[in-house]
């Protein structure tokens, strides 16, 4: 199956953003190549299910279906109805994910399908440049200008964890995952961890195994409880610390952004603990550790700032 992909980051919050996004009848308001649209039977351009059908400058028509608006996740998916390629089984997803290092966010535009054998790569390669990046360069003008909706809110109830932090890393992906999947590697480079190591002589990437090591004064365990290079993503748990939370579990993951040969990091934690503690350990892990990690890893291999 072909993956068209393209991502940006958009100097423009999140709320902006979405609003712009979640009008399925709204492409004509920010990307150029649409001359019009509008939504078949009369429905609500934010009911799930409803037809848009419009036309491209070119004359091109098109129908597409609304499959999911999520408001909570800031994602919306869609198929061909009327399709703009000969291609097949075609479904694309648009998310807004906030970057909470500055008041910008990352956009990423995806779609899976199947071409025929005869055009193995050919409408990938159109999808990815001429419909989704084109289309995240205009949105990324437009937003720069438009308003923000009247009682936007970042968080559509609870946050999505406790500690969600997300950052911009001025390094491509492919260099920035080697340094992140290495379970044994930050008291290398983070200035608070120290004597990090596996333990039982298990490797790095030993799904299941635990690492060791000092931050501060403090001596912590934590296990890794996944590790995939296809999403570039981990996860882990904390088995023994000083401090008093329980149920500790944390993971990062990274997406590429493509228009800048640079890497949009997220790194999220949830634990149990009193609210009077979580004053404190909130913002220091936020802040002393993932952080902290982003931009040291800007600064160590990348030499440059966070963004």
């Known amino acids: 199956m072909a993956r068209a992909y393209a991502s940006t ?8 953003v ?4 979640r009008d399925f009848n709204g ?3 920010w990307n150029p190549a649409v001359a019009r649209s509008r939504i078949e039977d009369g429905l609500a351009a934010d009911v799930v299910g409803c037809v848009r059908s419009f036309h491209l400058r070119d004359g091109t028509h098109v129908r597409e279906r609304l499959l999911t608006l999520d408001d909570a996740k800031r994602v919306l998916a869609y198929n061909f109805e009327t399709p703009a390629f000969p291609v097949g089984d075609y479904v694309a997803t648009l998310s807004a994910v906030p970057v909470t290092s500055g008041d910008r966010c990352f956009v990423e535009w995806e779609a899976h399908f ?4 005869a055009d193995a790569g050919k409408y990938e390669a159109v999808i990815s440049k001429d419909v989704f990046a084109a289309g995240l360069s205009a949105l990324r003008t437009k937003a720069a200008t438009a308003p923000t909706p009247p009682g936007a809110r970042r968080w559509k109830g609870r946050r999505p964890a406790k500690v969600f932090c997300s950052s911009v890393i001025s390094g ?6 080697p340094i992140l999947r290495d379970f044994a590697g930050m008291g290398a480079w ?6 990090m190591h596996m333990l039982d002589g298990k490797r790095s990437d030993h799904v299941g195994a635990t690492r060791d090591f000092l931050f501060g004064e403090g001596r912590l365990h934590e296990e890794l409880l996944h590790l995939c290079d296809r ?3 981990f996860s882990y748990r904390i088995n023994m610390s000083p401090l008093p939370w329980l149920e500790y579990v944390a993971g990062a993951r990274i997406w590429p952004v ?7 990091a997220v790194w999220t934690a949830d634990w149990d603990a009193s609210a009077n503690d979580d004053v404190e350990l909130i913002p220091k892990v936020h802040n002393d550790v993932f952080q902290k990690a982003f931009d040291t890893i800007n600064a160590k291999y990348f030499a440059g700032g966070a963004r």
């Open 9 to 16: 980051v958009i100097d423009a919050p999140v709320e902006k």
């Open 18 to 21: 979405w609003s712009l996004l």
């Open 27 to 29: 492409l004509p308001n």
């Open 114 to 117: 199947v071409e025929a054998a």
């Open 172 to 177: 491509p992906a492919a260099k920035v995952w």
């Open 190 to 195: 983070h200035s608070d961890i120290s004597r």
């Open 231 to 233: 999403t570039m993503s």
């Open 258 to 264: 493509t228009d800048a040969d640079a890497t949009f």
